[in-house]
Each structure stands twice: as C-alpha cells, then as structure tokens.
C-alpha cells in the first residue's frame, strides 16, 4: 500500500468545494433529487429477495452502461462493476450500495406516494444506496471531474441477513487493488459507520432417540439438552467495552405434549465490535452446547443418545478505526462543511470487510428521511436527500483525490 498522506481532511474538504467541477457537481446533485427518486422508486419496483437479485443486478448494469461507465460486468457472485478512470488505476476506490432486500419473492412491491413521502418494501434499504450510486456518476460525468484514483462502482449482492456479506466478500477474495472502500445505506446525512460489529451466527441442532413421555421415561430429550444449554448460555458474561452481545433468536422442536422430544433446535446470535472478543464468547456459547448435551446424558445415565450438530450459518469480520484515522476524519469534515453534526455508530454492512482487513472504509448515509425499515411499511422522503449525496461526494473524493488539483487523503501522489 502506498505510503499514507498528511494533508489535514479539512483542508481537503475546503480544496474540493473551491474546484469549479466540485461545485458543478454538487449543484447537480440538489437538480437531480427528483429523477433520483424518480430512478429510486423504478429499481424498488424490480424484485431482489436474499440470494435471487439477478433481476436489479441486470437493472443496474443496464444504467452502469447507460451512464457511461467503462469495463461494466457482473462477477461470478453477481456483483455489478463498473469503472470511472481515474489518473492512477493501483488503488481503487470502490463505491457500494447492496441489490439484495430483506424481503422473499412473493411480497408484493407497488411503490405508492402519499404526500411526498413514498413507502414500499426496500425503498430505503437499500434503495437509496442504488439510487445515490446512479447520481453520483450522473454528476461526476456531467462535471468532468477526473479523480486522482480510479473509482469502483460496485452493486453488491448478499449484503442483508444470511447472504452473510457474500458478495462483497467475493469482491476481496477476487480483487488486490482495491485502496479504499465506502459503502452508502439509507438515512440522515450525519451518520458514519467507522465500526464494523462482527457476528457469527449458529444453527444449532439437537438429536435423540425420543419417545412416549409415559412409556419410555428416562430416555434423554432433545429439548431439555436444548434448553439446559441455553440455561448456560443465557449466564454468560460478556465485555462492554468492546461491545459483546448474544441471544438465542429462534428456538423449535418437539412432536407433542405427549412426547420425549427426538429433535430441537436453536439459532445463535452472537456479535462484537473486536474480533478478539467474539471469537471468545463463540467459544464459550459453544462450549455451553457440549456441556449441556453431556449433562442430559448423564442426568439419565446414557451414553450419547443425545448428539448435538452445530452449523456456523453467518460470520461477519468485526474491525474498528481511529476516529483520528484520515477516513474517518475526511467524512467528518465533509459533513461539517453542510453545518451538520457527525454521529458515528457501529453497524454491521459491507464495509465490515474492508475494515477487517485494514482497508480505509466507511458506511454513509444517502440522505433523506426513513423508517420501517425491513417491514411492509417502510418509507422514504426525498425531501433535501440530495445533501447525503452531496456528504458522499465530498468524501469519495477526498479518498480519491481530484487529479492535479486536490491530493488523496489516503495515499501520497
């Protein structure tokens, strides 16, 4: 990695607002808040449940294409890529926002406006971050502005519940050059996300031989290891600094009232914003499931009638950065210069990959007021979204640099 710049983010911040094409830009972006919900409502309307975005991701490549940006295509995962040269191309500044919902293919998405404010199903989450990508390199293009960095537009799949950060995953595991990476979820401009909160998630699954509660009494039940372990689980103690939590989200099992249970199961929520710490409670929740399954064995002296099947289903990396860090410093200042107050907040998004790896990251906020997000009721209100856009800009730019006219906050020229 190249050696890292100096130069005071505020001062970059005042540098680009005083470029002729920044400004452009920036104006442009304010004219283009009604296409851009325009455009935003469009692309809600195309369906893209966990694991099946082909359809937005074929949308998206389409107005990549449309655009004007160069190298368009869909990666093996079902990434879409597309690139806006910059002067050097070995440090690429990838922006991001994520195809998938939370919601399955059957729910119904009809967009409706009702004073202003629209409402359907992803229309914030992350429609917005879609949207706010399709201005971006509307306004970029329309200014000639040529960043020092090349940029990475990238629509990522699998950002939302067990699609467990798969697509930007696969966008580390196949690409060496990228420098510098920020993703764009929906919400207030004021928000950063700095903080990657880490999870690992389990299915944890208990077997028997069950039986009929009268009849084959004494012979150990899947459901009372089940909750012996969750009993152990629940008396974990955990850090608060850094930040450590689990639950027990899910729980099922059984065949009757009537019955020794023959099978349970169980799903496991843990999260950390240190690695180091989640990886400890992993291994002491888990250690709560043997011990549990060994205690009913023995509670009716058998010998491994119970057996326990633990499948890790999610991992998410957790990662912090400085406040002090150039990244976070530039997104502050760029928020500063609109008069408004920075709220940093951990989070769990895509971002969460590159901090772990120790790339300069952030997750920004589109703009423009929401709620009911990941419900049937979710909404949006364009009204002033343009200046998250315009906070994104700004910082984009200082990760990139404005080629011959303003440096890169993250790497020497």
């Known amino acids: ?87 050097s191309s070995e440090q690429k500044i990838v922006v991001s926002a994520h195809l998938d919902t939370v919601f399955s293919e059957d729910t119904s998405i009809d967009p409706m406006v009702k004073d202003g404010v629209v409402y359907a199903p992803g229309i914030a989450d992350d429609g917005r971050g879609l949207a706010v990508l399709l201005t971006l390199i509307r306004a970029l293009i329309t200014s000639e502005i040529k960043p020092q960095h090349t940029l990475l537009f990238v629509a990522t799949v699998g950002e939302e519940g067990l699609g467990d950060l798969r697509g930007v995953k696969s966008l580390f595991q196949t690409r060496k050059d990228i420098g510098g990476f920020i993703s764009i979820e929906p919400g207030t401009p004021e928000r950063i996300t700095a903080t990657a909160v880490g999870s690992h998630r389990y299915r944890i699954v208990v077997k028997g031989p069950g039986g009929h509660s009268f009849g084959n009494f004494g012979t150990p039940s899947a459901i009372h290891a089940l909750g012996r372990a969750i009993a152990k689980i629940s008396e974990l103690t955990v850090p608060t600094n850094p930040v450590t939590t689990f639950t027990v989200g899910t729980v099922s099992g059984g065949t009757s009232i009537n019955s020794i249970a023959e099978h349970a199961e169980m799903g496991l929520d843990m999260r950390s914003v240190a690695q180091d710490a989640l990886l400890e409670l992993e291994k002491q929740a888990l250690a709560c499931v043997r011990q549990a399954v060994k205690e009913e064995n023995a509670r009716w002296k058998k010998t491994d009638l119970i057996q326990a099947e633990i499948e890790r289903v999610g991992e998410r990396p957790a990662g912090t950065q400085k406040e002090t860090d150039p990244a976070v410093q530039t997104a502050v200042a760029a928020i500063r210069s609109f008069n408004l107050q920075p709220q940093l907040e951990p989070m769990s998004t895509d971002s969460n990959v590159a901090i772990h790896k120790g790339i300069p990251a952030l997750t920004l906020s589109g703009g423009g007021r929401c709620g009911g997000m990941h419900t049937l009721a979710e909404y949006y209100d364009p009204k002033d979204a343009y200046v998250g856009a315009q906070a994104v800009l700004l910082t984009v730019l200082g990760f990139s640099g404005v080629e011959n006219t303003v440096p890169s906050v993250l790497f020497a020229t």
Do not use: C
């Open 1 to 87: 990695m190249n050696e890292k710049n100096n130069t005071d983010t505020s001062e970059v911040i005042r540098q680009l607002r005083a470029v002729p094409a920044v400004q452009q830009a920036l104006s442009f972006l304010a004219e283009d808040n009604a296409r851009t919900t325009t455009e935003q409502i469009a692309l809600t309307a195309v369906p893209a449940p966990p694991f099946k975005e082909n359809a937005r991701a074929a949308w998206m490549a389409e107005r990549f294409h449309a655009l004007g940006l160069k190298s368009v295509y869909t990666d093996k995962e079902g990434n879409v890529l597309g690139l806006l040269p910059g002067k």
